[in-house]
């Protein structure tokens, strides 16, 4: 092999995962960050027919030069996260931030079986469904998918 782009990836025969949309990955208890950027504000502020403004100081706060949605104090389940009949739902789905839309293909849960794995713990979607090539999961989580959307 010649390049490391050539290198044999530990899920070259490619990953299973399909969204049961049970909010699992948008849950505490853990807290973490669901990292945004300037477009993607600026398109979840249109979506809640919000400023930008608005949107910095209800959802948002600042961890050194980036933004990060905010999490219920209480759960550390993301702020945009909600119950409705058909089970957990997010208030942006449309407009999600990158990060959520990447999820499950991180680069902390691609970077061995053992990632994936622990990944699978917290997720029931992954291992079952759909299988994602090396290729697609690479495309996916190069693109950056608001330039599309006219940002």
């Given at each position: 092999?010649n390049?490391?782009?050539?290198k044999?990836?530990?899920?070259?025969a490619?990953?299973h995962?399909?969204?049961?949309k049970?909010?699992?990955?948008?849950?505490?208890?853990?807290?973490?960050?669901?990292?945004?950027?300037?477009p993607e504000?600026?398109?979840?502020?249109?979506?809640?027919?919000?400023?930008?403004?608005e949107?910095?100081?209800?959802?948002?706060?600042?961890?050194?030069?980036?933004?990060?949605?905010?999490?219920d104090?209480?759960?550390?389940n993301?702020?945009?996260?909600?119950?409705?009949?058909?089970?957990?739902?997010?208030?942006?789905?449309?407009v999600?931030?990158?990060?959520?839309?990447?999820?499950?293909?991180?680069?902390?849960?691609?970077?061995?079986?053992?990632?994936?794995?622990t990944?699978?713990r917290?997720?029931?979607?992954?291992?079952?469904?759909?299988?994602?090539?090396?290729?697609?999961?690479?495309?996916?989580?190069?693109?950056?998918?608001?330039?599309?959307?006219?940002?």
């Amino acid at each position: 092999m010649n390049g490391s782009n050539n290198k044999s990836k530990w899920y070259a025969a490619g990953l299973h995962f399909e969204c049961l949309k049970c909010g699992r990955c948008c849950s505490g208890p853990a807290e973490g960050y669901i990292w945004v950027s300037g477009p993607e504000i600026q398109l979840i502020a249109r979506h809640l027919n919000i400023s930008v403004g608005e949107l910095k100081r209800k959802f948002l706060r600042r961890v050194g030069l980036r933004r990060t949605v905010i999490e219920d104090i209480c759960t550390r389940n993301c702020i945009f996260l909600g119950e409705s009949r058909q089970g957990k739902t997010c208030a942006i789905y449309p407009v999600r931030p990158k990060q959520c839309r990447n999820w499950p293909f991180w680069p902390s849960n691609l970077a061995g079986p053992d990632g994936w794995n622990t990944a699978a713990r917290k997720c029931p979607g992954i291992n079952r469904g759909q299988i994602h090539m090396p290729e697609q999961i690479q495309t996916k989580i190069s693109v950056n998918w608001w330039r599309d959307e006219g940002v």
